[in-house]
C-alpha cells in the first residue's frame, strides 16, 4: 500500500512531467518562433506519449503512476485503489498538472513573449487545455467518454496478462499498470487514442491535465492569450469521469 506522502510525491512529480511533455510539444507546434511549429497532430501525439512514459515510470515507484484522476477513479470503481486514497491522488495530479504547466510556459516564455506583436498574435489556450473543432456539447462529452473507455478499460486489463492486475499482490509495487512494460503499452495506448480517437475534442481523457493547465492559462501574464473558455472547461472534466466509472464497471463485471 503506498503512503499518502509517497502518493503525493509521486503523482506531482510524475503529472508535472506528463503536463510539461504534452503542453511543450503543443507549444513547439503551435507558436510563432519555434523551431516545430506546424509539425503537425502525428507530433502532438507523440509527444503526449512519451510524457506518459517519461511521468508514469517516474512515479510508479512511490504512487503507482496514476497521473490521472479518471485512472484512480475507475481504478477504485474496479477494486484496485482504496477509496480513501482517491482524493490524495487527484488532489496530487492536480497540483502536478499546474507546476507542468508553469514549467512549459517558463521553457517556451520567449515565445509566448513575441506573442504580444498583435500582427502574429494568437489565441494560447491550445497550448495548455483541450477545444473541441465543433462545439457540440453533447456530442463533445460523448467522446471524451469513449475515448477515456479507450484508455481505462485496457490499462485495468494490462495487469492481468502477468496475473497480476490492479489489485496487485502483497509487496509488489507496479500499480495499475501490473508490470513496468506495461508502462510502455500504456504510453503507445496514448498514442494510438490521439491519433484515432483525438481529432472531434483533442482527447483530454484527464481531468487533471486539463484543469489544472486551464487554470494556469487564466493566472499567466500571457500576452494576448485570448479566453481560457471557461465555459467547455466541464466537458473535459465530467468525460473522463463517467468514462472511468464504466470501465471500473466493466472489469468488475469480467472478473
Not at 512531467?17 to 502532438?44: D, E, M, P
Not at 508502462?183 to 481529432?199: D, P, R
Not at 494576448?224 to 463485471?253: F, T
Request: aromatic letters at 8%.
Amino acid at each position: 500500500m503506498y503512503s499518502n506522502g509517497d502518493i503525493v510525491v509521486g503523482e506531482v512529480i510524475g503529472t508535472a512531467i506528463l503536463i510539461l511533455f504534452g503542453a511543450g510539444v503543443c507549444a513547439a507546434v503551435t507558436l510563432h518562433h519555434s523551431k516545430a511549429r506546424a509539425a503537425g497532430w502525428v507530433v502532438i501525439a507523440f509527444g503526449w506519449g512519451m510524457g506518459v512514459l517519461a511521468g508514469a515510470y517516474t512515479a510508479a515507484p512511490l504512487s503507482g503512476g496514476h497521473l490521472n484522476p479518471a485512472v484512480t477513479l475507475g481504478s477504485a470503481v474496479a477494486g484496485g485503489t482504496p477509496w480513501s486514497k482517491v482524493p490524495v491522488y487527484v488532489l496530487a495530479q492536480m497540483v502536478g498538472a499546474a507546476i507542468g504547466a508553469v514549467l512549459a510556459w517558463a521553457l517556451y516564455y520567449a515565445q509566448f513573449a513575441a506573442n504580444a506583436d498583435r500582427d502574429k498574435a494568437q489565441p494560447t489556450l491550445g497550448v495548455f487545455s483541450t477545444a473541441p473543432e465543433i462545439r457540440k456539447p453533447a456530442a463533445n462529452l460523448v467522446t471524451e467518454v469513449i475515448a477515456t473507455v479507450g484508455l481505462v478499460l485496457p490499462l485495468l486489463f494490462f495487469g492481468e496478462n502477468r496475473g497480476i492486475g490492479i489489485g496487485q499482490v502483497p509487496g509488489e509495487r507496479a500499480g495499475v499498470y501490473g508490470s513496468g512494460i506495461n508502462v510502455l503499452l500504456v504510453a503507445l495506448l496514448v498514442v494510438g487514442i490521439g491519433l484515432s480517437l483525438g481529432g472531434p475534442t483533442g482527447y483530454a481523457i484527464n481531468p487533471a491535465r486539463d484543469l489544472g493547465p486551464r487554470v494556469v492559462h487564466a493566472l499567466l501574464p500571457i500576452p494576448n492569450k485570448g479566453s481560457s473558455d471557461w465555459g467547455y472547461a466541464w466537458i473535459p472534466v465530467a468525460g473522463p469521469l463517467i468514462g472511468a466509472v464504466l470501465s471500473g464497471l466493466v472489469y468488475r463485471a469480467a472478473f
